[in-house]
């Protein structure tokens, strides 16, 4: 593995109109936000935080999840698991499951809310390797948005790299929250 010194810089902002998982969008659960097209190539998380607008009538900082889970398996999340909702146990939403304990959860980011003295803050799993994709698990409080600003440090990785790395990030799956 060896850094290429580029980094990768993703903003951008979500509603509950862009929950792909669960399948009937609520006001909880998870969005895409980035696919990995290219091949050879990891990416290591190096800042989470919001991007708020300048004013408080659109300054955006809600909380959310970083996840490494992609479209395809948020997809297949809503369609294979009857009578339970597996993205609202994977965001901590639904059966008490602890984000924290998930592999595929790398990063949290927690806005400021002055009512409750709370500041913003972000903590990261700096030894997860993204090969494949992001997405971001929010909840949409009143129909605000969520705004995002991730930085993400790239290595060039050989082709055994590589598969180790999509092994390794396909097998962090927690209990019976595999993915498909």
Known sequence: ????????????????????????????????????????????????????????ANRYNRDYLLTTYGERDLRTMALTVPGQNMALRIIGAQNGMPPASNDRVIASYSGDDPKD?????GIIKHDALVVQALSLGVEIIEGKLVTYY???????LSDDERVLALLSESSQNVANLTVV
């Open 1 to 56: 593995m060896k850094a290429t010194g580029r980094t990768l810089y993703l903003s951008g902002q979500v509603s509950d109109a862009d929950i792909v998982a669960p399948f009937n969008p609520g006001s909880r659960g998870l969005v895409p936000i980035w696919q990995n097209e290219r091949q050879g190539y990891g990416y290591v998380v190096r800042f989470v935080g919001a991007f708020p607008g300048p004013f408080p």
């Open 150 to 156: 991730i930085e993400m440090e790239e290595f060039e």
């Open 117 to 121: 003295e709370r500041y913003n803050s």
